[in-house]
């Protein structure tokens, strides 16, 4: 048996090795994340061993807020230092101070910022707690005196004895007294860090005399860190807690790996879950049509003496054997990749300190093993059928595939579908997004049972205008999609599900999008802004607001700024603003209540979901626990529309700065004086701001277009996804139409006989091929849009409201893009068919 | 000179030489391997007749039927029909002359099984991009009767039928001829009697000029000539030949 399973598989080596691509493709995509995930992993581990490692205890703030990427930790009193350096084993301490400052460089530009934080703090004196090393220099002693790392010194053209401007966020004129590496590399991965001496960075970056982020304390030779540990937290006071650490180093991998490589890792593995699941319908097609092709044989095999098992595994040998074989081009490949995009994280400045992939043994097993477990379990069912064929069958001239689509299946598939459909509807309405998702699945499901049922009619309907228009060509087309609807749908159906993941994704961001602007330009009123980096922790100093306030082109300015407070035990984003400046403005639509603008100091403005979640109205008093640690009891003056814009509670500028650590603005909005045109405005505002080196001056729509910028970066990542898809699907079709073609050889040979010329018989197969790609197209965008309905309406309103919108360009290019896939899937197959020798294609007849 | 202009009539008297092949020379592969499927054969099909190509396997004659068809091309030599040398034709001016000079009935798998009796019909109409010659297929269809099984699939239709539909389809274009290769191989008796009767009457009713390649002596009965091959060569020639003296010549050359 295992003779003939090899004969086979080289018998069919061309059709088996496209269909071997796809799922080396997609074992490809899993082996590269996995690769990635676990080098990025050790890379970050091994970054924050030796930037938080060396101590062994670090004493901090017990006040943290943590959101959504957003950390907020109260200062602590630094004096403690000289408490804990008295205690039994502690040998050295060490206050820290960690803020941003964004440097400028020698062109005065802005070094970077839009990514990777720009950190700012004191440089610690023993060497032994300090990552960063002095290559050159020396140490601060001014408080106007700092140490930037080497690549921040690099990217700059800065130098010692340079001068140059640091926003933390108000501008600080400093002199460059040193440069710095962090474990002898330029910087931790592409930050950039600016060192003061301690008072320096009391001075600019805390703001506050005498406060300190943390204390970094070394343990004696031979004292345990959780030695040190238990000692120090016996004497420390409320509000202050010690970590060892190694759980710092633990804490930080966990924020990262939650954070940023989870995010990378998600994003890959959906793309390789797309690949392996469009691989899986492929793989099934193909051996479907194999085993279709051999039932003549494998009757043969059964009349002369097989059992059900030796010809069931004859053809699940093969799919071993393709299994086997393409997971293992796979992970080499997945090698390949994963070392290229860690090329593309270098070429982006994310150098990463330890070279090389971290390559673990769940890796190696993993992928290959899912690689050739969904080419067996795609393969089985094909084989399971060749095993049943009556050995009779072999004497008797069988049509080759009958493809008649069960009841069972259409059952099955109709109460999928419907279920579907209903979880999806209902999980929209009610904002389930849950049983919104459980819905899709089912509904894809349903729609891959029922292909062949739909194939036929479908077919005919998407033929009729090729049938119309392309002659005898045209016809033949339509009628031989329509012929085999099983094989069509199977075919189509590979194309579909592809098609519909990015459907999904482009009506997610599509959706995105226009709600971003609906929602900047339901709530932004005024004529420009000026907005912070969504990133990296920096912020616009409140000095801009004053300094355009004063501009006479300027009617009035209003700076937005944004923190996190803590009501009930529950986080809290709020948008902290000047009410009054804020008039005309920022408007947040108010549902209840006054207007924003006119909230007391004791007052706040809350979201009307979060709002409506926990009960409250206006009137309702709420106990507000800030960064600090301290609670303020506020009232409910206003409830507000959900927006992108504004977050959970608006908090009134003087509430927020009594508690805040740093005070800064991620946006400000300006309003034109009247009878002063926009570009005038503009260019005053810039000319005013220049100490300040903010971001540039932007209309509320440049704005728009700057926000939604990452919404269509994302979207350039969905449309590689595309292509892979259609890449894979396409050789899907090509495959199903080389079969075709092999099934029909005597039927072209006679159509060729009777006096059709060959680019008849290239435009048969070519607008079959088409009607397949269309049909699959088609059900795709259809099933993506519905289900990006259901999702984007089930996730609904919340406090960041997302209405569901199509793209209509987007989705146009898509079906356009699915159609050419036909065309093009058809021109190896449509070549080769219309090369065919008439002679030696009846004689195959006699 | 597409069969729509053809100016042959109905009852048109027989004119010499349709097609005609002029020291044709087939050769396959080279070498040791080289096969001489044809070896400086001449022969002349006239025209108006029931012409029967016979002789034994590997005797050339299927080679003959493909090259004087325009399936195949010589290695030397050349083929005519009507004027028109086929060597000088490229492969599309070949498909045109197949598709409006030339009318085919195989052994089996005549017809697309995707199309209609009726639409495998005017197939050759449709390929052109032609018009209907309702007159004529009037004529045809009802000629080899099949006027109630037009709208079925060739799925639908039994063996016999099928080979009448595939008679129709060669007639419908008013070929200058029609090659027939073995057209009853695949059929009983009594149909296949059928189908030659609609062959000879294709001829003698219809004017028609048909070439059948058969190797069974009944067949060739209803022929109003026989040409014998073997070794790629014509052996001999018979007039109104009838089974029995067809199957003397055959031994004769067998020996």
Known sequence: ?846 | MGAMTSTSTLLAPPRPAVARALAATKVYGTGDQAVRALEDLTVEIPGGRFTAIMGPSGSGKSTLMHCLAGLDTLTSGQVFIGDTELGALSDRELTALRRERVGFVFQSFNLMPTLTAWENITLPFALAGHKIDTEWLDLVIGTVGLGDRLRHRPSELSGGQQQRVAIARALATRPDLVFADEPTGNLDSTTGAEVLEFLRAAVRDMGQTVVMVTHDPVAAGYADAVVFLADGRTVGAMEQPTPGRVLDALKTIGS
């Open chain 1, 1 to 846: 048996m295992l003779r003939l399973v090899i004969s086979s598989v080289r018998a069919h080596v061309r059709r088996l090795l496209s269909t071997s691509l796809a799922v080396c493709l997609g074992v490809a995509l899993l082996a590269g994340t996995m690769l990635l995930g676990d080098t990025l992993r050790a890379n970050f581990d091994s970054l924050f061993q030796s930037a938080l490692g060396s101590s062994d205890a670090v004493v901090r703030s017990s006040n943290t807020l943590t959101t959504d990427g957003e950390f907020a930790q109260d200062l602590i009193d630094g004096s403690l230092a000289t408490e804990l350096s008295e205690i039994d084993g502690v040998a050295v301490v060490a206050p820290q101070i960690e803020g941003f400052g964004q440097l400028t460089g020698s062109d005065g530009e802005k070094l970077g910022g839009e990514g990777p934080p720009t950190f700012a703090g004191n440089w610690i004196d023993d060497p032994e707690l300090n990552p960063y090393e002095l290559v050159e220099g020396r140490a601060p002693v001014t408080n106007d005196e700092v140490v930037i790392n080497r690549g921040a010194a690099d990217d700059g053209d800065l130098a010692v004895g340079d001068r140059t401007i640091v926003a933390t966020p108000e501008p600080v004129e400093v002199e460059i007294v040193g440069i710095a590496t962090f474990g002898g590399e330029d910087g931790l991965g592409p930050t950039t860090f600016t060192a003061f001496s301690l008072a320096g960075a009391e001075e600019h970056v805390t703001g506050q005399p005498g406060g300190v982020t943390a204390l970094l304390v070394k343990a004696d030779d031979g004292v345990s860190q959780e030695a040190v540990v238990s000692r120090v937290a016996d004497v420390m006071p409320n509000g202050v807690e010690v970590i060892s650490g190694d759980d710092l180093v633990d804490e930080a991998n966990d924020e990262i790996n939650a954070d940023f490589v989870g995010f990378l890792r998600i994003f890959l593995t959906v793309f390789a879950a797309v690949a392996l699941l469009v691989a899986t319908f492929s793989i099934n097609n193909t051996f479907s049509i194999i085993a279709a092709q051999r039932q003549r044989s494998s009757a043969l095999l059964r009349a002369i003496g097989a059992d059900r098992r030796q010809v069931f595994w004859s053809l699940a040998g093969e799919s071993i054997v393709v299994g086997v074989v393409a997971s293992a081009a796979g992970l080499g490949l997945g090698f390949a990749l994963a070392q290229g995009l860690k090329a593309l994280f270098d070429a982006f400045g994310f150098a990463l300190p330890a070279g090389g992939l971290t390559v673990s043994t769940t890796t190696l097993v993993i992928a290959p093993l899912v690689g050739i477990l969904i080419t067996m379990l795609a393969s089985l069912a094909p084989a399971v059928r060749a095993s049943r064929v009556a050995p009779l069958a072999a004497l008797r001239d069988v049509a080759v595939d009958r493809s008649a689509s069960s009841r069972w299946r259409l059952v099955a598939g109709s109460v999928m579908l419907a279920g579907g459909v209903v979880a999806v509807v209902t999980g929209a309405s009610s904002g389930a997004l849950g049983r919104a998702g459980l819905g899709a699945l089912l509904t894809a499901a349903g729609i891959v049972a029922i292909g062949p049922v739909a194939a036929r009619p479908a077919g005919s309907v998407i033929g009729a205008p090729i049938a119309r228009s392309r002659g005898v060509p045209g016809v033949l087309a339509r009628r031989n999609a329509m012929r085999s609807p099983r094989r069509t749908a199977a075919t189509a159906s590979a194309l579909m599900i592809g098609i519909g993941v990015v459907t999904v994704f482009t009506a997610f961001a599509g959706s995105l999008k226009s709600s971003v602007d609906d929602n900047v330009s339901a709530v932004i009123d005024g004529d420009l802004m000026i907005a912070a980096s969504q990133f990296g922790g920096g912020g616009l100093s409140p000095g801009i607001v004053d300094a355009i306030d004063a501009l006479p082109e300027v009617d009035h300015a209003v700076g937005v700024g944004t923190g996190p407070v803590s009501i009930d035990g529950r986080t809290r984003q709020v948008t902290v603003l000047d009410p009054v400046a804020s008039t005309g403005l920022v408007v947040p639509d108010v549902v209840d209540g006054s207007a924003v603008a006119e909230l007391g100091d004791e007052q706040v403005a809350v979201s009307e979901p979060i709002a409506d979640d926990n009960g409250w109205k206006v009137g309702t008093e709420l106990d507000v626990r800030f960064t600090d640690g301290s609670t303020e009891q506020l009232e409910v003056a206003a409830v507000y529309e959900p927006s992108t814009t504004i977050q959970d509670l608006v908090v009134p500028t003087v509430m927020w700065e009594r508690h805040a650590v740093q005070s800064i603005d991620t946006i400000v909005v300006i309003g034109a004086a009247d009878g002063v045109d926009i570009e005038t405005a503009r260019s005053a505002v810039e000319s005013a701001t220049t100490t300040f080196a903010p971001p540039d001056v932007l209309t509320t729509e440049e704005y728009v277009a700057d926000a939604t910028a990452n919404i269509n970066q994302i979207l350039g990542l969905v449309y590689v996804m595309l292509l892979l898809a259609i890449v894979i699907a396409l050789m899907g079709i090509a495959n199903t139409l080389s079969l075709s073609i092999y099934e029909r050889v005597r039927e072209l040979a006679l159509l060729r006989a009777v006096g059709a010329d060959r680019a008849q018989v290239r435009s048969m197969i070519r607008w079959e091929s088409v009607v397949i790609a269309v049909f699959g197209t088609i059900g795709g965008v259809a099933l993506g849009l519905f289900l990006g309905w259901g999702l984007v309406t089930a996730r609904g309103a919340g406090s960041f409201p997302i209405e569901f919108a199509v793209p209509v360009s987007q989705v146009v290019i898509i079906g356009v893009v699915g159609a050419i896939a036909g065309i093009v899937a058809a021109v190896r197959p449509a070549r080769r068919a219309a090369k065919l020798d008439i002679i030696d294609a009846l004689a195959a007849s006699a």
